[in-house]
């Protein structure tokens, strides 16, 4: 089987047979890493590490057993944010508030060019991945700057790599959004704290297909093909447990059942 790296938020660790053994990736030079995420691109382990120091790619050979910061993309400081995506090509965004915001894009998973950022200076991007050549992502302002619990949320789309990003369809305002992704050229869905948003039609006009109750949150999100796609979301029962589940959806995200896992 081929590489699988996953993080519990503080360290990663990965398995290059499907599973059967795991071994700590270490995180070379990271004091007291926050690990958002970690992505499998160009046969690389990828991370955002976010420390007292700055908001960083590292990146490492699956054989290696070690991350390294990749020189040159990283932001200053703390409490940055960031993002990766590795659908139909590696694209990464850090941001450290309104002082640093920046954004990459790799065609080969070691040299990293830097490009137009996805969003105004005052928006958090999430990025969906490049489909038909076009790359889309979602410009998020902060909570505060709606409503407590509230994001305004705008659909960005550059027609190519390193390309000009440009606002499509229309703002809209949803419970805080926590991932991105994209099933075709004109059909996106949001994962919130409330559930999934979907357009069909490049943000003109969205549906609530998947609303979550008791404070449940999209917590992964991602299609396969253009029709099948999968949401990992987390709900609290009344025993004030978390419950964990998995839906699928057929038909590009219209509609979404939960699916029995073995």
Request: positive net charge; glycine residues 12%; charged residues 15%.
């Amino acid at each position: 089987g081929g590489v699988i790296a996953v993080t519990d938020g503080t360290r990663i660790v990965a398995t290059r047979d499907s599973g059967r053994h795991w071994t700590a990736e270490r995180l070379a030079g990271a004091s007291a890493p926050y690990v958002p995420q970690v992505a499998i691109a160009d046969g690389r382990v990828l991370a955002v590490v976010i420390t007292r120091k700055h908001g960083a790619l590292y990146s490492g050979s699956p054989d290696s057993d070690v991350l390294r910061a990749v020189k040159g993309v990283s932001v200053p400081g703390a409490g940055a944010f960031g993002d990766i995506s590795t659908v139909g090509s590696l694209q990464v965004s850090l941001e450290n508030g309104s002082t640093a915001q920046k954004y990459w894009f790799s065609r080969n998973g070691i040299s990293f060019t830097a490009a137009p950022r996805p969003c105004p200076a005052q928006d958090f991007p999430y990025l969906a991945g490049v489909a038909s050549g076009k790359v889309i992502s979602l410009c998020t302002t902060g909570p505060s700057s709606v409503g407590p619990g509230t994001t305004a949320a705008q659909v960005s789309i550059a027609p190519k790599l390193g390309g000009t990003f440009r606002a499509a369809g229309k703002q809209i305002q949803v419970a805080n959004v926590q991932i991105f992704a994209a099933a075709s050229p004109g059909t996106f869905v949001i994962g919130t704290e409330f559930g999934v948003f979907r357009t069909a039609n490049i943000g003109k006009t969205w549906t609530f297909p998947l609303p979550l109750p008791n404070g449940g949150a999209v917590n992964d999100l991602t299609f396969v093909t253009a029709t099948t796609g999968f949401a990992v979301t987390s709900t609290v029962n009344a025993k004030s447990a978390f419950v964990n589940a998995v839906y699928r959806s057929v038909n590009a995200g219209r509609e979404w059942t939960a699916i029995s896992l073995p």
